[in-house]
């Protein structure tokens, strides 16, 4: 989905690979910011990962909270 001029990428966290390829080719192809959101169960670990080459909103539902990575980094809040 293009917003404006960021590129956004959303996908559960079992397709991260899929989504961060996406994402990677927008990116490529189009020359625009592109950001990646996983949503899924304690899978902060994969979008820590993908937060290497692109910023990554990643949403935990069971544990009803959102952390946004880049880097590598990122920080949490509950919304639960």
Excluded: H, T
């Amino acid at each position: 989905m293009k917003c404006g001029d960021i590129y956004v990428e959303v996908e559960p966290a079992e397709r991260f690979v899929c989504g961060l390829g996406q994402a990677l080719l927008w990116r490529a192809v189009s020359g625009v910011e592109v950001a990646l959101v996983l949503y899924g169960n304690g899978e902060v670990e994969k979008a820590r990962v993908a937060s290497l080459l692109v910023p990554v909103l990643y949403i935990d539902v069971e544990l009803k909270s959102i952390c946004r990575y880049v880097g590598g980094a990122g920080d949490c809040v509950s919304f639960g």
